[in-house]
């Protein structure tokens, strides 16, 4: 099955190393993915929805343009914004139209409603099977305590991210773990915000959701944590050291993104999937790797 | 059905530390939570403490955690929570507690349902009579009419948990019920007093509060047409919060400039350009990131193909808000 691949802005811009490292992961796995390079940011839920819905749209008619069906994100809040922009296309045919004849239109296009948008770990534990991961597993990542941190985005509204039949998305990335050998780490913070969309609006209160969440992990023993969202990265890597200094405290918690620790686990070693870009020290980590590898 | 039911006692008057009571309880399949606090009460210790007052999930006096969950005991068969036989009652968190299970609404809900005035100041003189408004102009604001201010959705939202000072998804529900309204004359008024710092703004918008409103009102939603109307009125950010009109405005620009997000000039834009002190707050974050090419630098952001047609969708969905 051939995906359209939507990268999203982050990780083309302050977490340069999540793009090589999903392609790479997609690669290994023998994933068809063709990036759609002429559309927009999704609004990541800060532009209003007059705004994002068009635009969005316009993405799902590219998608149908290139005869695919399938658009893959490797973003919890692209994936959110665009799952809940694709319910009320869906859902609302007369919006849908409305859209298509006062935005797509003057670009020939239209966006029929057939388009899924599936995030990457989405794809892997609905499409590819979480069994046919297992060939390509170099190696198990035995004794890596792996706290997964998951983004609102993925998992709520519930409703339309999880609905009946979708349930087990809530418990996808512990499934995940478990195939790869981790130990999955239960933290507070799980399904909870990281805090990135007030970090503008409210420091104090984003800081305090980075150190709470860090600092949970931390403290049910931990090596890491594991996103499939950057922003989440964004604010639990590299806004650690302002949280740590506001909470009067030194957590030090590496943050991982789901593509480098998929990676890690098919052989690619720590400067491949580029953890030399974090702000948090991934040591603790590559430390643990090697204890598993020579038990 | 024989179940266990262990609830919070606390009783400030006897100076002794909150603790959980054991009863056991003996009630058909049908009955409710509400029922059993109710049977242990009558039956085996007056001194138990709860509100609870219409028993059909209109009043919401009856919000309690119930087995971990923010639930209205009234509308919870036991049956349906109980967990190895053991049904657990607790007052709803993040909230002072005046005795067993009866805390104090004041500063948790009321004091912020007051602060976003959510009644209807007319914009015209009020009719002698009904003022009558058409059923399909109400239609949209109906679902947040139908608030029954039980504060579950504050009881679960993550922003409270951290910050009692947040205005809070039931209030901002009350908002919306009132920006919405056609008879309402303080409409822009309404949406400046919410994007003051603590408003809604200040929420994540991570959909928690859908989760847990026992009515299915969906406040997430409501508090996002909020958001949307404000940003179609202009008003984006109340008197004493410009960074939100900043942040928003950069975001706008970013996108319609060159198809997608600039992340260093949102940084600058969103501290202000001649904010020094906010500037130089950013600069150990990217000192740090510099030598780690995280730094996306500023400005000289290429644009993205199909960026013209993006500006083009912006600009005529612009048009439309005005």
Request: with cysteine; hydrophobic share 35%; glycine share 8%.
């Amino acid at each position: 099955m051939k995906y359209a691949f939507y990268p999203g802005c982050v990780s083309r811009g302050a977490c340069p190393e999540l793009y090589p490292a999903s392609v790479k992961v997609a690669e290994t796995l023998g994933i068809e993915i063709e990036e759609v390079t002429d559309v927009g940011c999704t609004g990541a839920g800060v532009l209003s929805r007059d705004l994002s819905d068009p635009i969005n749209a316009r993405t799902l008619a590219k998608v149908e343009a290139m005869g695919l069906s399938s658009l893959m994100t490797i973003c919890s809040t692209c994936q959110g914004v665009f799952t809940q922009a694709n319910h009320r296309f869906k859902n609302e045919p007369e919006y849908r139209q409305k859209i298509n004849d006062e935005y797509l239109a003057e670009e020939g296009l239209e966006y029929k409603g057939t388009v899924e948008v599936k995030h990457l770990l989405w794809v892997l534990m609905e499409d590819y099977g979480v069994e046919n991961l297992k060939p390509y597993i170099k190696r198990k990542l035995t004794g890596l305590k792996v706290a997964p941190f998951y983004g609102c985005y993925i998992r709520r509204p519930t409703s339309i991210i999880a609905p009946k039949g979708l349930s087990g998305r809530k418990t996808y990335l512990e499934d995940l773990l478990d195939v790869l050998g981790a130990e999955s780490v239960d933290s507070s913070g799980k399904s909870k915000c990281c805090g990135f969309p007030i970090l503008t609006v409210n420091e104090e209160n984003s800081m305090r959701m980075v150190s709470d969440h860090t600092g949970d992990a931390k403290t049910k023993g931990a090596d890491c944590m594991v996103t499939p969202c950057p922003l989440c990265h964004l604010n639990l890597d590299a806004n650690q050291p302002t949280a740590e200094k506001r909470a009067g405290t030194q957590i030090g918690m590496p943050i991982i993104h789901l593509p480098q620790l998929l990676g890690l686990a098919f052989g690619f070693d720590e400067k491949e999937m580029e953890l030399q870009r974090h702000i948090v020290s991934t040591e603790a980590v590559s430390r643990q790797l090697e204890v598993s590898i020579r038990s | 059905m024989e179940t266990t039911f262990k609830v919070y006692r606390f009783d400030p008057e006897n100076g002794s530390k909150p603790d959980f009571a054991t009863y056991q309880v003996d009630l058909p399949d049908s009955a409710t939570v509400m029922d059993g606090l109710r049977q242990i009460r009558d039956e085996q210790d007056p001194s138990l403490a709860f509100r609870a007052s219409c028993e059909r999930g209109s009043c919401g006096d009856c919000a309690l955690r119930i087995n971990k969950k923010g639930r209205l005991g009234c509308s919870l068969k036991i049956a349906k929570t109980v967990k190895n036989g053991v049904v657990t009652v607790e007052p709803i968190r993040n909230i002072p507690v005046l005795k067993d299970l009866v805390y104090d609404l004041e500063g948790f809900l009321w004091k912020k349902i007051k602060s976003v005035q959510p009644w209807i100041t007319p914009r015209e003189p009020e009719p002698e009579g009904e003022y009558v408004v058409a059923e399909e102009q109400l239609a949209e604001v109906r679902k947040a009419m139908s608030c029954v201010m039980c504060g579950l959705c504050d009881e679960g939202c993550a922003v409270i948990k951290i910050d009692k000072d947040f205005v809070g998804p039931a209030a901002l529900t009350k908002a919306y019920r009132a920006v919405f309204d056609p008879r309402d004359g303080q409409h822009d008024e309404r949406l400046t007093l919410v994007s003051e710092p603590g408003g809604v703004w200040d929420c994540t918008h991570c959909f928690e509060a859908n989760g847990h409103c026992p009515l299915g009102l969906e406040p997430t939603d409501r508090l996002f047409e909020v958001r949307d109307e404000a940003i179609r009125q202009g008003i984006r950010s109340g008197t004493r919060n410009p960074k939100v009109q900043r942040h928003y405005d950069s975001f706008l620009n970013s996108v319609k400039r060159s198809g997608w997000l600039d992340e260093g000039r949102l940084a600058i834009e969103s501290e202000g350009l001649t904010n020094v002190a906010g500037l130089a707050k950013l600069l150990p974050t990217v000192i740090r990131a510099i030598p780690k090419g995280k730094a996306p630098l500023p400005y000289f952001h290429h644009k993205r193909p199909g960026a013209e047609a993006i500006r083009r969708i912006i600009d005529k969905a612009q048009r439309s808000e005005v």
